[in-house]
T-cell receptor
Framework: DAKTTQPPSMDCAEGRAANLPCNHSTISGNEYVYWYRQIHSQGPQYIIHGLKNNETNEMASLIITEDRKSSTLILPHATLRDTAVYYCIVGGAKGAQKLVFGQGTRLTINP | NAGVTQTPKFQVLKTGQSMTLQCAQDMNHNSMYWYRQDPGMGLRLIYYSASEGTTDKGEVPNGYNVSRLNKREFSLRLESAAPSQTSVYFC???????????FGSGTQLSVL
């Protein structure tokens, strides 16, 4: 499965949009991009995933570049409760879903 | 629905002791997974089960065994615990390929 590169930490003001980047230059054609987050020491929580097209749900938007080598997770109106570690993962192309979690981006939302 | 339930939530073992971490899901998912997370690190896959009756090694399987007892339950066993296995263990389940994973709340294990 392809590896990802994320900044170790980011800050964002409450109420603003948080844009979290992820590079996945070795992604293969049938691999998905997934985003999860982990608040404190809780179990990770699924946010969104996509293959080629941009995706939006009630939590966030996912923008994938045309060459699929990078993506951006957008939290449109960040709140203090969005402070968490965000993981960008690629995989799930075949067989069981073996998602490899890196160290993610620690996002801090400031009041 | 309870989702993914892990027991126990906390456990302290002495080196050499054995124990089994239990995981059950009530979402009729085919796939189940065990991860460990060391302080300040991401999650690392220990073992996974793509379907009832099958198990496969993940990234860090040494020192662990698993059993997919039925579709609902997936247990993780430490036969002879070592201090290096001190970690938080998460169980997860998923419906199928390319579907989202649901995680349990974790088991915090300390091996002295």
């Amino acid at each position: 499965d392809a590896k990802t590169t994320q900044p170790p930490s980011m800050d964002c003001a409450e109420g603003r949009a948080a844009n979290l980047p992820c590079n996945h230059s070795t992604i293969s054609g049938n691999e998905y991009v997934y985003w999860y987050r982990q608040i404190h020491s809780q179990g990770p929580q699924y946010i969104i995933h996509g293959l080629k097209n941009n995706e939006t749900n009630e939590m966030a938007s996912l923008i994938i570049t045309e060459d699929r080598k990078s993506s951006t997770l957008i939290l449109p109106h960040a709140t203090l409760r969005d402070t968490a570690v965000y993981y960008c993962i690629v995989g799930g192309a075949k067989g069981a879903q073996k998602l490899v979690f890196g160290q993610g981006t620690r996002l801090t939302i400031n009041p | 629905n309870a989702g993914v339930t892990q027991t126990p939530k906390f456990q302290v073992l002495k080196t050499g002791q054995s124990m089994t971490l239990q995981c059950a899901q009530d979402m009729n998912h085919n796939s189940m997974y065990w991860y460990r997370q060391d302080p300040g690190m991401g999650l690392r896959l220990i073992y996974y089960s793509a379907s009832e009756g099958t198990t496969d090694k993940g990234e860090v399987p040494n020192g662990y065994n698993v059993s997919r007892l039925n579709k609902r339950e997936f247990s993780l066993r430490l036969e002879s615990a070592a201090p290096s296995q001190t970690s938080v263990y998460f169980c997860a389940s998923g419906a199928a390929i390319n579907e989202k994973l649901f995680f349990g709340s974790g088991t915090q294990l300390s091996v002295l």
